[in-house]
């Protein structure tokens, strides 16, 4: 079965740091193919600068995969937030029936991407274009791929929807 055939599960273990404005995090990780034919594993170090309505970010990527070259990559990010709400979350809770207040952040962020990190094995230069939205430590991130002309693109003839998603544990 070609669904079986061409899945990849990957393993990703990193670290994160942030303050108001900058942000950082450096992950390794590896993966391989469902049946084993090929792996795949490198590092990714990510950068940022986020103020309140902007923000810019630069990712490295050093991949090697068993059948291609060692590959340098990158990515280059820009954000702009389109509708920001910071407040308290009043409810009930169900363990001792008193009422709590929780601050809840939400935010939607108009995110563009231009880069060559790889989403399947080669890399494959592509701009990216998409609506972050994020409540509290979830987000979500669905976005068009649109690869560019030139280069060894496989599959550059398509345009592809892409959705990425995060839980930020504090």
Not at 26 to 39: P, Q
Not at 138 to 147: A, F, S
Not at 149 to 163: A, E, P, S
């Amino acid at each position: 079965m070609w669904l079986l055939e061409n899945r990849v599960e990957k393993t990703f273990v990193g670290y994160h740091y942030s303050d108001n404005y900058w942000q950082a995090y450096g992950t390794v990780y590896y993966g391989s193919e469902y049946t084993g034919n090929w792996h795949t594993y490198g590092t990714l170090l990510h950068g940022g600068y986020q103020r309140k309505w902007f923000g810019l970010a630069l990712e490295l990527n050093m991949n090697k995969d068993s059948g291609l070259d060692f590959q340098y990559n990158y990515d280059v990010q820009a954000s702009v937030s389109i509708w920001q709400h910071d407040g308290n979350v009043r409810f009930i809770s169900r363990k001792c029936r008193k009422e709590k207040t929780e601050r809840l952040s939400q935010r939607a962020d108009i995110c563009v991407s231009f880069g060559n990190i790889p989403e399947f094995r080669n890399n494959v230069r592509n701009l990216r274009a998409g609506i972050k939205l994020a409540n509290g430590n979830l987000w979500v991130l669905p976005e068009i791929c649109i690869p560019s002309i030139g280069g060894n693109n496989i599959g550059k003839d398509y345009i592809r929807v892409l959705c990425n998603l995060g839980w930020t544990i504090r």
